[in-house]
């Protein structure tokens, strides 16, 4: 429970205290796209299983992998593209934290 709670936070929330934060004027557009960062897991759907809640998703899907990390990093660096690099980052930390709790 604390687990999803967490994860899911991190999904929704913290876009949300950033876009408000940061992107006052045209925060539901940005949270929007932050949002979207979601998507990288589709590429859940070549895993199989597609779902193992035993399975870090960092570093074992393609678009979790560290080479992508480092897209995303750059994309969040450069103006054209920082939303959209965030709500990617921001997808990549909320799966390092279920991570962790897996060590637990």
Known sequence: MLQSTVHYGIHFILPLIIAYSFFRKKW???YL???LGML???DHLLANPVFDSN???INFHLLHSYYAIIVYTILALLKPTRLLGLGLLIHIIADA???SFMLL
């Open 28 to 30: 539901k557009a940005a």
């Open 33 to 35: 796209i932050m949002l």
């Open 40 to 42: 990288i897991d589709l």
């Open 55 to 57: 399975r870090c998703s």
């Open 97 to 99: 934290v279920d991570c």
